[in-house]
């Protein structure tokens, strides 16, 4: 059988208002599970590879309920984790017109609210595993969730394993006390692939981000300002070997653009160059269905054409985007797109 790709976070339950009403208008919600790294997991699992999600649940109908739906879209759940007494859930107000969207989290006290290192065996996880992602919402929802993120890479870090980390800074999400910047700083120090959009890697860096300001597909980037913010990048995070930037800018509620930049470490550095960078095309996306999971979109795209298409980045690049741009086409959290629909949008 094919290695895996083992991911780990938290899933939760998504409650939303159908027709864009306002979280205090009408009695109906409408749920749907999702969760950044369950995300990911899915749209790998469609794209056809061998994925293991780690998570903690609790034990009773609604966390069965869960598990269920998950193994529907493939996933495997070898190691899940029973305890604690609730599912995580957010509140999610979707935009309208001029109006922003807005999240409410309810995530405090949750099942993997209490994870803590040593719940799971990350040696026995880990057979048969070429890949293991984590992203830094892990680190913000406890103290103890942090330490069993940092356990589980340190163990990959012990295997060999490639690392995938995807920054997902939250700002409403720490409040047990915890530095994001130096939380994350410490979490990125593992990652052989980083994701992240303008914002979350300004929180890591301290650099100032570059904007992107397109509002249709004939912006050009620039790429001598982009390589520059790069270097700096590496000098901070020197064993990642391939950083993405997700790029967009949201025009309106319902019409985005969409592009994104990959810098490559050399392995020696040619005429004074340490890195190499690519871009792809700029999507003008109208209207926008639901833009939840766009970010997860990006990263599992990558990491699929990664696997499949090993170094010739730019192919894997462009289907990177490619996949996050028709997520924007998805209701849901989940990206259920296949890889013949991506190839024929690249």
Not at 141 to 150: E, G, K, N, R
Not at 169 to 177: E, P
Not at 202 to 224: Q, R, T, W
Not at 329 to 341: A, C, I, K, M, Q
Request: glycine share 8%.
């Amino acid at each position: 059988m094919e290695k895996k790709i083992v991911t780990f976070g938290e899933v939760l339950l998504r409650l939303s208002k159908p027709s864009c009403l306002r979280l205090s208008q009408s009695a109906r919600f409408l749920g749907n599970y999702g969760g950044s790294e369950a995300n990911a997991a899915v749209s790998l699992a469609t794209f056809g590879n061998n994925v293991e999600y780690v998570t903690r649940i609790p034990d009773n109908a609604l966390g069965r309920a869960c598990c269920m739906r998950l193994r529907e879209y493939g996933l495997h759940l070898d190691h899940l984790c029973y305890g604690g007494d609730r599912l995580g859930t957010y509140y999610f107000e979707e935009a309208a017109a001029m109006r922003s969207s807005n999240v409410v989290y309810d995530r405090q006290n949750s099942s993997f609210y209490s994870m803590a290192p040593g719940m799971i065996d990350w040696h026995d996880v880990f057979r048969d595993t070429r890949l293991f992602h984590c992203s830094g919402i892990t680190c913000a929802i406890s103290q103890s969730a942090a330490d069993a993120t940092m356990e589980a890479v340190r163990v990959a870090d012990e295997l060999g394993l490639r690392i995938s980390c995807d920054i997902n800074y939250r700002k409403n999400l720490w409040r047990y006390g915890a530095d994001a910047h130096d939380t994350l700083h410490a979490l990125m120090q593992y990652s052989d692939f980083v994701f992240g959009d303008q914002n979350e890697w300004e929180v890591v860096s301290g650099k100032s981000h570059i904007p992107f300001e397109a509002i249709n597909s004939h912006y050009e980037l620039d790429l001598n300002a982009y390589y520059a913010y790069f270097e700096e990048l590496h000098r901070q995070f020197p064993r990642c070997k391939e950083m993405l930037m997700g790029l967009r800018n949201q025009i309106t509620t319902n019409h985005h653009t969409l592009s994104g930049v990959l810098w490559e470490a050399l392995p020696q550095p040619v005429n004074g160059w340490s890195g190499r960078i690519y871009t792809t095309r700029i999507y003008d996306i109208y209207p926008v269905v639901d833009p939840m999971g766009v970010g997860d979109a990006f990263v599992a795209g990558f990491l699929h054409a990664r696997g499949k298409w090993g170094d010739n980045l730019q192919r894997c690049l462009d289907f990177s985007l490619a996949a996050s741009q028709l997520k924007n086409s998805v209701p849901g959290d989940f990206n259920l797109v296949t890889e013949e629909e991506v190839i024929s949008q690249m």
